[in-house]
């Protein structure tokens, strides 16, 4: 079974300087024997995405964005914005959508996702999907409902597109509790699976071709926990931060899923 193990760097690192140090680190580190069980990607910043795109080119690592217009799929007055089309013309062929932190500093809502997942689909980008609840609402125990409206996004665009089995290639779903996310603290592997088996079936309810949808843990994923969410059926692999910015620890991530994963 095919596990993913995608580094989300956010607006790391400062230089061109230090991606290319962290792009060399992770090709020269990289066992040959990982690609087949464990499909790493990284998403840079806008400002580096061209340039490790055409590095990554024909390597096994995949490059992807970390967000994309909702305003237009190609072009347009949209100052600040980058576009789906633009996205892939780099070499890209993948994006995040949705993250928490897109979430809570742009406003990201519904509709907004709805257009994002819309233009990224249009242009042939896949997308990495982030759904995840607070602190309060975990501990409210509001976590599947939570997770159940921020699905809906999928559910829209799904309804709209004309040949929905292009979605089980072109999706992942990252499962991330916005309180795990930098902070060192990790729901349990038991709490995550049955959130995960819970997302599955919701995807699967909205048709039957989005059943296979790979569902990421995200949330201080690190070399000593990886071997642990890796083990659970339902993980098909981490979408990672903090440690996705050193080569070791991310590899040894993608070492322990490929190790677990492999086998199944
Ligand atoms: C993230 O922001 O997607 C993330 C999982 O971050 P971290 O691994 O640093 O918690």
């Known amino acids: 079974m095919q596990s993913w193990v995608i580094g989300n760097w956010k607006q790391n690192p400062a230089t061109q300087h230090a991606v290319n140090t962290l792009i060399d680190e992770l090709q020269e580190a990289m066992s040959a024997s990982l690609a087949p069980s464990c499909q790493l990607m990284v998403a840079p910043s806008f400002i580096h995405l061209a340039a490790v795109a055409a590095q990554l080119n024909e ?75 607070s602190q309060q609402q975990y501990d409210a125990k509001e976590t599947l409902d939570v997770l159940d409206t921020q699905l809906k996004v999928i559910a829209e665009v799904t309804q ?21 996310i930098g902070t060192g603290k990790v729901p349990t592997v038991v709490e995550v699976s049955d959130t ?8 699967a309810s909205y048709h039957h071709a989005l059943g296979s949808t790979a569902v990421l843990y995200g949330g201080s994923v690190n070399a000593d926990n990886a071997p642990d969410f890796a083990a659970s059926d339902v993980v098909d692999g ?27």
């Open 59 to 133: 390597t096994d690592i995949l490059c992807g964005a970390q967000d994309v217009s909702a305003h237009s799929a190609s072009t347009g007055a949209y100052t600040g914005d980058v576009s789906a089309a633009q996205v892939q013309d780099t070499g890209a062929h993948w994006t995040i959508l949705g993250h928490s932190e897109r979430r809570q500093y742009h406003h990201e809502d519904h509709d907004t996702l709805v257009q994002k997942m819309n233009h990224a689909l249009h242009q042939g980008l896949g997308v990495i999907f982030c759904i995840g609840e």
């Open 160 to 180: 709209n597109l004309d040949d929905t089995t292009v979605l089980s290639e072109k999706l992942i779903v990252a499962y991330e509790p916005v309180w795990a």
């Open 196 to 203: 995960h088996a819970h997302i599955k079936q919701t995807l």
């Open 238 to 264: 981490a979408l990672v931060g903090g440690a996705s910015l050193k080569a070791a620890s991310f590899l040894a991530i993608a070492e322990a899923f490929a190790a677990t994963k492999g086998n199944k």
